[in-house]
DNA sequence: GTTTACTCTGGGAACGTTCACAGAAAATCC
DNA sequence: GGATTTTCTGTGAACGTTCCCAGAGTAAAC
């Protein structure tokens, strides 16, 4: 390529070394910021570095120090669920946070087919990444075992792993759904229903389980309907289910916000007033959870903090710390709004 | 740390040289597919590598090479509207699609401040990446620069460059509010507004020049409002600011979906019927779109393919391509729903 | 004044590949 | 059957760092 040809070679710690007069060994301790140092040896070998225009080869250090100083952000989700899910986003900036504070790079790789799940095991172990921030909804995920077989420094971020070498952060999903439910419970509804979510996640299970642990005695299986999504046609078509299995409902937990909002524009279109006539609560307090009029009461996730807390925990382990074992579960919090 | 004792030393290509007794040069040209390699020393080469577990070191093949076989992905946004612009994430999936089928790695950067920016900078002169791909929604951008003088190849998504050497991949702003306006004004609508937004990005300046070209002498400057983000927020503002401005409006172009939808409550609010009493259309055919009632007439932005495209553009500069000056403009199309 | 400790420097070796080259072996050509 | 081409193989060198060691100089301790 023409370019090539014209972009000049790119300088290398021996051309600081020749243009300071000072040798390579001693460029390396200034560039790293080692001791024993002279001032005047620091001064000559800054000056050089500007001059030649320096800056460190990656490829080289990372060679001989075996280790690579990015971090690999490993996100196992079907893709059209990567952008419907709110919390999603919120992780993936809280670790780019802070691994870039940490200097440190983040690869993001995107994995859906299980071909693709080989080839992240490949990345893994090729030491392309030194530890990982693995984002995923289910327990026993292929992946889970790749990384604990690895001895990778690793995190999960979502649920508890079978795998107690790899930490997890995640929230507690059953005692949220719980808290939410005891809450709605409080406001004197006494038929209150569930649309339930994913219940091939964990999350989706435990959001379930806390709702029948809140109701005990006065749960009814009736007023639970199920979907595979959290999404907001899920939210359309389990409201229309729950208000012809029991017109007389009164409460709605709904698994996520966007179900929450599904839910509440078929009450507007059944006529039903919220909170009125029947309370709503959702999870996640994301986007939507404002949104909807009236506003949203949900339990609030801490998305950013998850994702901080997982490259942290990473970062930890890098520096040589014991992973802990178990994990590390994140308060929730409910935010009470105008729907309930 | 105690986990390093533990961990058996990563066996490299002369251990399989030796087990397989064929000599590195060879084993390296099986590992890579090269011509010239007998059948039989491919064999013993492949059984070699399973027996010992070989995988390929990363930074030494890119020190040799003097390439990573990674491209950064270059996000520069306020972190809040990461997750609020629905492209984006659609951005990201596509370039990530077409990295990862080329055996490509995506290294993505986010940043913010400019502290960051000079970062980032850094990184790409650094060799960390053969390439990259710049989302950025103003033109005059600082990376910008950077990239034109690194002469690394790189494709911008989202609007024309000042750079003639950087390509861009975008759609034509413009020409797509213009039709969508026009599209409005053939439904019979008299008085029809604007609520233009992000007027300090390229998109949302280009929207305001095609709705003003499409109304041509109709165009009334008091129908016209403004505000800084494209939001939900933002249209629930501008649509009671219009209202109050001009009680007779009759037509109205969303500057994004999510402006809209906040317009389209706010008419809800007032009694005003969609599309009985005023017409409204969007930009972007997101989420937001179908889950309004009624449903959205929209443009539709083809953000995985920019995503796609931009990535194949720095492939095949990689390649050896020369980049095309200018840019490609994608086509959109419009979507005719029911809000009009 | 000798030991001991600390500070600072330079250069060899190594990290694990790929590439270029030379040469052997096999296939093809006249 | 010799010359030429093609296929295949092994080895030395290089990529640009960091680490380690030896040694020189200087300061502190006895």
């Known amino acids: 390529m023409a370019r090539d040809s014209t972009r000049p070679r790119r300088a290398t710690i021996h051309d600081v070394a020749r243009v300071s007069g000072i040798s390579r060994g001693t460029v390396s301790r200034v560039l790293n910021g080692e001791r024993y140092v002279s001032d005047q040896a620091r001064v000559a070998v800054e000056a050089a570095v500007k001059e030649v225009g320096y800056v460190r080869n990656t490829a080289a250090r990372n060679l001989v ?14 893709h059209s669920l990567v952008l419907e899910d709110p919390n999603i986003g919120n992780i993936l900036l809280g670790t780019n946070a802070v691994l870039s504070e940490a200097d440190y790079q983040m690869v993001t790789l995107i994995l859906d087919s299980q071909r693709d799940s080989d080839r992240v095991a490949e990345y893994l172990r090729g030491g392309f990444v030194d530890g990982a921030i693995i984002l995923s909804a289910r327990s026993g995920d292929p992946i889970a075992l790749a990384i604990a077989q690895l001895g990778i420094p690793a995190a999960f971020v979502g649920h508890p ?19 939410i439910t005891e809450r709605l419970m409080a406001t004197g509804r006494r038929r209150i229903g569930m649309i339930a979510a994913a219940l091939d996640r964990d999350s989706g299970s435990d959001r379930l389980s806390g709702f029948t642990l809140a109701l005990g005695d006065a749960f009814d299986p009736d007023l639970v309907v199920r979907y595979p999504l959290y999404s907001y046609q899920t939210g359309v078509d389990g409201m229309r289910e729950l208000l012809e299995r029991a017109p007389d409902i009164d409460g709605v937990f709904a698994a996520s916000d ?28 994301s986007s939507w959870a404002l949104r909807c009029t009236p506003a949203l009461s949900t339990v609030r996730q801490p998305a950013d903090a998850l994702g901080r807390r997982a490259a942290q925990q990473v970062l930890d382990q890098l520096a040589g710390a014991e992973p802990p074992s178990g994990g590390t579960l994140l308060d929730t919090e409910i935010v009470w709004r105008d729907s309930a």
Request: overall charge negative; glycine content about 12%.
């Open 65 to 78: 120090t075996q280790r690579s100083r990015a971090v690999a952000l490993v996100v196992h989700e079907p």
């Open 161 to 179: 792993t079978d795998t107690p070498d790899v930490p997890f952060i995640g929230i507690d999903n059953t005692a949220a759904a719980r808290g």
């Open 258 to 285: 966007a179900v929450a909002a599904g839910a509440m524009d078929v009450l507007r279109e059944w006529g039903r007033s919220v909170p009125g006539d029947i309370g709503i609560v959702g999870f996640d307090d």
